[in-house]
């Protein structure tokens, strides 16, 4: 067994870093940093694909799912917190063709993440515009974009402050929401008792059957997309071993509480078949949040809770920014981009990197010319695909790392931080995941558009080109990434003649995180026993 003393080499793609994250700027970050488009919008169009039945399946099996991933995120990041995160461990334990790979892809997953936030912003303007309006849809994402820029370049410690209290205000809206959605459900708001009713309309619950729930898949994945950011926020942490590992247990009542019962109530209330759920013509709609208060007959509500909804897709956006520049300087620092993005500012600030991120967020400005909502669709489409490889992918460097670890006699209880139920619940979530995976590739490859002919109307011709569209994006959506993928590794792969690393040989201590008797004091638990039944249920 191998013994690892006091201290241990720091990572080349660590340096220059502040560890200026608090627990509480971790807790936060962890339990609501995902709490933006994917829910407020996506929810909607998915309830209007598979109906309330479906949409609740949907979000219910993924976040079985998610919850083993974020596991294994802890697990390994807690001992080795890299700013790569699970993207850098496969160039430990695997194969480096295999880490540049996922590096890449995390990057370009979330340099499309946020264009799409930026184009969300401009489709939730809109519900204050009046109908026709010639308002300037760049405007909203460009101004998002300078006020990201002054805030990642102030430091690490400024993020997680603006998150934080931007992440309580998000919690508190969902809270909100819920409690008013128990009410107008139950007629005791608004005049109307909605009950199940909509459980029980034409199509539900399961609307369009097991291709509805199906398609939906991909905008949920988007939905929940981001909670596995907490393996790259570890590298700023000020404590991983303490503050990880609750961050990551909060993804369990995370999906449990905002996303499933706030779906439910959704579903509840609105008939799947409203035609505000989804808004056919790709420019612009209201978020489902704010119709459960415009059906309550509070138009001043339904105007708060879509500027609530506003700064909470700032606050993803927020985080977009953060992730990307660190995947950026982890690619630089591992020598798979050139070593001037690595570069830090004396705030811990990959600027070189926030630079190039800032470039690629102005994908967005061509909301200019194709719609908001067209754009937000497209991307919704690739960065869900994206999100579903990097999840089943951390799943296999698990197992990888577990098996390392053995083969290296070194004991489980060794390590700081222990996954729930493995193997078993990793082998739940990579049975879900080939699942998901395979529907989503196989929808997009059923039922072609058939070209009407010459002698066809008007309308058969508008209905062939949306469905054309959709098609497409259904295509590049699902098989984007894996073509993208194969072409990284094994490009990188035959270029660097890289090889597979023995398990013996793998590296599990460079960049460790060995904590100080401070830090070991600092994991004793204090305080009254309620206190500490909620700590340790937290």
């Not at 070593?339 to 600030?349: A, C, D, E, H, P």
Request: glycine share 10%; net charge neutral.
């Amino acid at each position: 067994m191998q013994d690892v003393g006091q201290e241990t080499h720091i990572a080349a793609e660590q340096e220059g870093l502040k560890r200026d994250l608090r627990l509480r700027h971790m807790i936060m970050i962890a339990v609501s940093g995902t709490i933006g488009t994917g829910l407020f919008l996506t929810s909607g169009s998915t309830i209007a694909t598979a109906g309330p039945g479906g949409a609740l399946l949907a979000y219910a099996l993924v976040g079985v799912w998610l919850v083993f991933v974020c596991q294994a995120i802890g697990e390994i990041a807690t001992l080795l917190p890299l700013p790569g995160a699970f993207n850098a461990w496969g160039g430990r334990i695997f194969d480096e063709a295999f880490s540049f790979q996922m590096t890449w892809m995390y990057f370009i997953n979330w340099a499309l993440t946020i264009p799409a936030e930026l184009s969300a912003s401009a489709v939730i303007i809109s519900f204050w515009l009046p109908e026709g309006s010639s308002f300037p849809t760049w405007i909203v994402p460009l101004l998002i974009i300078v006020i990201m820029v002054i805030i990642n370049i102030s430091g690490v410690k400024a993020y997680g402050e603006i998150e934080y209290w931007l992440s309580i205000l998000k919690v508190c809206t969902i809270i909100l929401f819920i409690v008013c959605g128990i009410l107008v459900d139950t007629g005791a708001i608004g005049g109307t008792k909605y009950g199940m009713a909509a459980w029980h309309v034409e199509g539900a619950p399961f609307k369009n059957g097991i291709l509805g729930f199906a398609t939906t898949l991909v905008s949920v994945g988007y939905a929940y997309g981001g909670s596995e950011m907490t393996g790259v926020t570890a590298a700023e942490s000020r404590n991983p071993h303490k503050h990880v590992p609750k961050a990551v247990n909060t993804v369990l009542i995370r999906i449990a509480f905002f996303y499933i019962i706030s779906v439910f109530l959704l579903g509840s209330i609105i008939d799947n078949s409203d035609p505000q759920l989804k808004n056919s013509s790709g420019s612009a709609a209201t978020a489902p949040f704010t119709i459960v208060f415009a059906k309550a007959g509070f138009s001043a509500a339904a105007s708060y809770m879509n500027a609530v909804v506003f700064t909470s897709v700032f606050s993803a956006i927020n985080s977009d920014f953060y992730v990307a520049t660190r995947m950026l300087l982890s690619l630089a620092r591992n020598g798979w981009a050139h070593k001037s993005i690595g570069y830090t500012n004396s705030r811990g600030v990959p600027t070189v990197a926030l630079a190039i991120v800032t470039a690629c967020s102005c994908l967005s400005l061509i909301t200019i010319f194709v719609g908001s909502g067209v754009v937000f669709a497209w991307f919704v489409s690739i960065i869900g695909s994206i999100i579903f490889q990097s999840w089943i992918l951390i799943l296999f460097l698990h197992f990888r790392f577990r098996y390392c670890w053995k083969k290296q006699g070194r004991a489980v209880n060794e390590l700081p931080y222990v996954s729930w139920g493995y193997p078993y619940g990793n082998i739940l979530a990579t049975i879900i995941g080939v699942c998901c995976i395979a529907a989503t590739c196989y929808l997009s490859v059923i039922n072609p558009p058939q070209n009407p002919g010459a002698g066809a109307t008007e309308a058969e011709i508008s209905a062939f080109k949306s469905a054309r569209d959709a098609y497409a994006q259904g295509l590049l959506g699902a098989w984007f990434p894996w073509a993208c993928s194969l072409v990284l590794f094994f490009g990188y792969k035959f270029t660097q003649n890289t090889t597979l690393i023995r398990a013996e040989d793998a590296d599990l201590d460079t960049g460790r995180f060995i904590p100080t008797e401070s830090d070991l004091k600092d994991l004793e638990v204090h305080g009254p026993l309620w206190k500490r039944i909620i700590k340790f249920i937290l």
